[in-house]
């Protein structure tokens, strides 16, 4: 090992565990911190952050960076390891544009709007987290200004969350899918609706964890390599392969609920899990594109978990831990997690009409980078939109703009990756259907295991190494487009 990579790894190491810091504050900070301990959780995370910044965008690290590269070290380093130093010195050359006291305010305004957004949502008080949403978006324009001066703020933020995206081409594919949603859904609708009625009743949420444990086995999860947690809004931590961790949220009168949440982080998880062992303890062992990431939890959530031929094998012992569905048929359980209807909360909302509510915040998103719409104006913008594309006004601001955190820890330009992942997974079952045929047949006899095994070899065993486009051109074989996943709703609900 040479000079230049040896000291390389030592850095590349001890930033490591400030970023597993900050992580594991992260994950503190949303599944077991009291109210009380939240300032304090909130100062180490901007202690840490700031330390794992200012390490980062050092000028010996940089000119580390640039040697190395530069030498004939970096053509022995493993592919893994010359995909973080070439990512990492392309991200420190913007990185180091930004002014590290703007950084520290920047880190600390992130960590008291999430708290001021939790106590919004709360009390549904839109005007606890304005203030703070303000400062996001103002200080969030400021940095896509410091890492690429010139260029829209608004691509900047659609290209750090999906690298290879642009909003023409996001513009393109949203527009042909709302063009053929709208009058599907109308569509849909007239059609006679299940009767949800039966499933009232109370679920322990104990049950519904031990529910969570066989789904997530069912799927592949390792709880070797996983662990599970509760927060207020379900999300996936990954640490490394080895420790990647799941959240969930129970509602004592919904088990449908909990239930697709443990499919959609588990396919998050299951992604992590599966890269490439060549690829740990480097920048590529985690796929930061998260359109591609949510095709993933998308894929088992819907493509997957909405098939009645998925339920076949795990149904029976799922009604023997909620009594309650004893008497609920497969056939009736499967038209309620196909039910098509409006409703207020995106991560409630079926297949359909979830696409809506994406193209709602990706335009409300245009609005505040792009239409300079003031901040007190957005609860009534986004009210208007949900009236226009779903047909109701959300009874109040908790089931309206305040439902999502993305806002509140400034991840502006993360919606569209949602709707990019469900246009993604359309593709992925054309793809999935000619090599393996029948999916229902495979499921239906209980071989999860073979579609899971088709999603590790062509997408999850890469990570971070080949960008979305990529990935769609080498599985897909075709440019992206909406049609595919028209195509899919139109055989399944007309």
């Keep these: 090992m040479g000079k230049l990579t040896e000291e390389f790894l030592k850095k590349w190491e001890e930033l490591g565990y400030y970023r597993r810091a900050c992580t594991l504050l992260s994950w503190d900070m949303y599944t077991a911190t009291p109210r009380g301990g939240h300032p304090g959780m909130a100062d180490a995370m901007t202690f840490f ?67 001021s957004w939790e106590e919004a949502k709360r009390s549904s008080d839109y005007s606890l987290f304005g203030p703070d949403l303000d400062g996001l978006i103002r200080m969030t324009k400021e940095k896509c200004g410091f890492t690429d001066p010139g260029k829209e703020p608004y691509n900047v933020l659609i290209d750090l969350y999906e690298e290879g995206m642009d909003t023409d081409t996001i513009d393109r594919v949203f527009a042909q899918l709302k063009e053929g949603l709208l009058p599907m859904l109308e569509q849909i609708l007239a059609k006679p609706q299940p009767k949800s009625r039966i499933y009232e009743g109370t679920y322990d949420p104990d049950a519904q964890k031990k529910v969570q444990q066989l789904l997530l086995e069912y799927i592949g999860f390792s709880f070797e390599n996983g662990t599970v947690g509760v927060s207020e809004h379900p999300f996936t931590t990954s640490f490394s392969p080895r420790d990647v961790r799941v959240t969930n949220h129970y509602y004592e009168h919904d088990p449908i609920s909990s239930m697709f949440s443990a499919i959609h982080e588990g396919g998050h998880a299951i992604f992590d899990q599966n890269v490439d062992p060549a690829l740990a303890d480097t920048a590529a062992q985690e796929c930061p594109y998260m359109g591609l990431h949510e095709s993933q939890s998308r894929f088992f959530e819907n493509i997957l978990g909405r098939r009645k031929s998925f339920w076949v094998p795990v149904y029976p012992k799922i009604q023997e831990l909620l009594p309650d569905l004893q008497d609920i048929s497969l056939d009736e359980f499967v038209q309620e997690i196909n039910h098509v209807q409006c409703t207020p909360i995106r991560t409630q909302a079926d297949e359909v009409t979830y696409c809506l509510h994406i193209i709602l915040r990706y335009e409300m998103e245009q609005e505040i980078f792009r239409g300079g719409a003031k901040v007190e104006d957005l609860p009534r913008l986004w009210n208007e939109k949900t009236k226009q594309y779903l047909h109701f006004v959300p009874e109040n601001d908790a089931q309206g703009i305040l439902q999502d955190m993305h806002w509140s820890d400034a991840s502006f330009g993360y919606f569209p990756s949602y709707l990019l992942g469900s246009i993604y997974d359309g593709m992925f079952l054309d793809a999935m259907r000619a090599d393996l045929g029948d999916i229902d047949s495979l499921l239906e006899n209980g071989q999860i295991a073979v579609v899971r095994g088709w999603l590790n070899e062509k997408i999850h065993r890469f990570g971070a190494l080949r960008l979305p486009g990529e990935v769609i051109k080498e599985v897909c074989g075709r440019p992206l487009d909406a049609e595919p996943l028209l195509r899919y709703f139109r055989e399944k609900y007309l």
């Design 49 to 115: 952050g700031t330390k794992a910044f200012e390490l980062s965008t050092s000028d010996a690290f940089y000119h580390l960076l640039k040697e190395l590269k530069d030498s004939g070290e970096y053509d022995a380093l493993s592919e893994g390891m010359r995909f973080t130093v070439r990512t990492m010195l392309r991200d420190l050359e913007k990185d180091r544009r930004i002014p590290k006291e703007f950084y520290r305010d920047y880190l600390a305004l992130q960590s008291k709007s999430m708290r």
